[in-house]
């Protein structure tokens, strides 16, 4: 595996360097599911990029995308869940916190996860039994409580339905913790906590290409993810997502009021 991931790093750096400098004068946006739910021809430039690098890397994989797909997800085989820029919002705006994410799931279960930040050169993989990195570097999740921590959520924002229970959480959390942050991107969210730079990471709804690589990073760098209802995450659906430390109390952690 080690040779297919080092060639799925190039790939996904060689993606994330193409998104930095574009021609700005020439970015087409367009909406999807929603007003604010956008989509931009970088996003799909990229996406069918990923689409022809991954399965050359590996022909016997599936693909599927957020940017339209023509596969679905199945509990057995490979696949790559592939989001080629998370924080479109943010690619949007030039706000310089966007990424790319790239899983591959075997049989189910996620294998590695690659996200890379073109803005902050931050370069995250993971592993399924042998770690996660950035840079090279080992990362651990935090080892400070709640009480010490920086929360970290998603405002789920092509689901106005959820946004006044999201707030709520945001506040009592706000209550809880040191502060909170809402960065644009759910991948980087998860690097955050993976990398001990904060401490629990919700969001009441994501998909899958939000969701995949980013799970495994923190798992691997020692945390825990399940959905908010405490159950194991599923890379066939939409769910909510609690990803944390082990110090941040389950019971206070788990938004119960959900
Ligand atoms: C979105 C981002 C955002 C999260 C949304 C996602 P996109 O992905 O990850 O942080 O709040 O729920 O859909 O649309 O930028 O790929
Ligand atoms: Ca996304
Ligand atoms: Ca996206």
Same mark, same amino acid.
């Given at each position: ?37 956008? +989509? ?100 651990? +999740? ?8 920086? +929360? ?72 825990? +993810? ?33």
């Amino acid at each position: 595996m080690k040779a297919e991931l080092e060639s799925i790093c190039r790939l996904v750096r060689d993606c994330g360097m193409s998104i930095k400098d574009i021609d700005r004068g020439h970015l087409h946006v367009d909406a999807k599911s929603s007003r604010t739910d956008l +989509v931009t021809q970088y996003d799909k430039e990229v996406q069918e990029r990923l689409r022809k690098g991954l399965l050359e890397i590996m022909p016997d994989a599936h693909f599927v995308g957020e940017e339209g797909t023509t596969q679905t997800f199945a509990p057995a085989g490979k696949f790559f869940i592939v989001d080629p820029i998370d924080g479109t919002t943010n690619f949007v705006k030039d706000y310089h916190f966007s990424c790319i994410s790239v899983a591959l799931v075997i049989d189910n279960a996620a294998e590695l996860g690659v996200i890379y930040n073109p803005y902050a050169d931050e370069m995250f993989w993971a592993q399924r039994g042998h770690g996660a990195f950035c840079n090279g570097k080992r990362l651990h +999740v935090s080892n400070e409580p709640l009480e010490n921590g920086i +929360v970290v959520f998603g405002t789920a924002p092509y689901h106005e339905e959820l946004s006044e229970k999201t707030f709520q959480l945001a506040y009592g959390y706000f209550k809880k913790a040191l502060d909170i942050r809402r960065s644009g991107s759910a991948a980087l969210d998860l690097c955050t906590i993976a990398a001990g730079r904060a401490e629990l990471f919700f969001e009441l709804f994501l998909s899958p290409w939000d969701f995949a690589a980013g799970a495994l990073m923190v798992t691997e760098a020692g945390g825990l +993810v399940t959905d908010c209802d405490g159950r194991p995450l599923a890379y066939d659906r939409p769910c909510s997502v609690l990803a944390r430390n082990r110090l941040s109390d389950p019971i206070t952690a788990r938004p119960a009021s959900i």
